[in-house]
């Protein structure tokens, strides 16, 4: 009864670890990986897993008594702070010394944490991401200040837990911050509206919904990734849908979504890396990210941002976002695996939002729908996305290459040379000396 009891309590405890990794916005192949390793850790050898964005299936037991438990995942979404003890509870399972019911009990109270910062901090904080991100994206002074405007009016109404306004909230925010651009770029030097107009809306974006989705269609995971892909574009779809109806209510003519020049710039060199520090302390604000992430969170958008840069200027503006995603991936996962780093996605997921794939493709939709030229500029932004999610994957490939190299050449350094009557193990030391040792033992 007890052994019935131990199985049931680790199938609730893994299904609980990959709804919280869902809500994290972790791609399926590796949670249902992390989770592998923790039943095997817990001593759940066999357990099997299906993992989709909105269902979860745990297969525990052997093949006489088998038991499968499973779990509708909800459209949640973590906070940083709840990402960070969700990732510590991972560290401290995959070596098996979370018990699986003392494990349900702590997920039930990172689900439930309150947020470290009170609501006034967090909306402010959601206004400080935005001026960030609108130095970077739209570099005027004034435009700057209505973006953080914009974006403490947005913090104010993502505080309301009503589902009914968070189902229509996208399309709202859309048509609000669009109405109010179109009309103060008619008195007042913004610069690009419709690039301004990111900035307000960057977290409705599907940027790392889209990045994610393509990393999963790689990976083979087909049915996450199409419907990830299809959920990311309806998204746009609905934020463009907000912004077109801004347009036609103010009355923009359809020469007005064509968007500037990106590379003109109305402020000095040092904006963007101011815009680079206000980003990283309004993430910090409004998502109660543990104190000592944001050295690592603001590393992880340099990395990202001078990447894309590099891309931009030495190479060419369409492999800048790849670029960056190149050179950050390896370093989020880098800073991941330090004993007092961050979690993987709570670095990803700025430095998404900071190469805006989401936005790219928010700018090419709009401008598809208004204009005679978008169909062009959306396939661009398609090229965008594509090049971004690509960027990750080859990143993640380099890092695995030079993480699992220095382990293995610091186990050649490090170990002694096997006796005589050892048991050869599968390191590089040993692989290297097999011919020396069977030649000392052919010789006597």
Known sequence: MTDVVDRSALRQFLLGLAQGMNASAESVDRIRDTTAEVATASGGDGADFVVLPTIIIVETGDAEEQRVAFRSATNASFRFDQIAALYDLIAQAKTGDVDPLDGIRRLNEIGAMRPRLGWFTRTLGHAILTTGLALLLAPTWQGALVAFVLGFGIGLLKLVRSPTLQLVMPIAAAFVCAAAVFLLAEVIEIGDPIRLLIAPLVTFLPGGVLTTATVELAAGQMISGASRLIYGFVQLALLAFGILAAGAVVGVSSDSYEALDASSSYLPWWVPLLGILVFALGNYLHFSSPPSTFGWVLLALV??????????????????????????????????????????????????????????????????????????????????????????LIGTALYRVVHHGAEEFVQFAVAPPPTEDEEPAPTLWHRLSAPLRRLRRRDG
């Open 303 to 392: 990395v990202a941002y001078l990447g894309q840069w590099a891309g931009t200027e030495f190479i060419d503006p369409a492999v800048g976002g790849f670029v960056g995603a190149v050179a950050v991936t390896p370093v989020v996962f880098w800073i991941a695996g330090l004993r007092h780093g961050a979690p993987s996605q709570l670095t990803f997921l700025p430095a998404f939002w900071l190469l805006v794939p989401g936005a790219a493709g928010l700018v090419g939709l709009t401008e598809a729908v208004a204009t005679d030229n978008g169909l062009a500029d959306f396939t661009a932004a398609l090229v965008s996305v594509m090049s971004i999610a690509l960027g990750v």
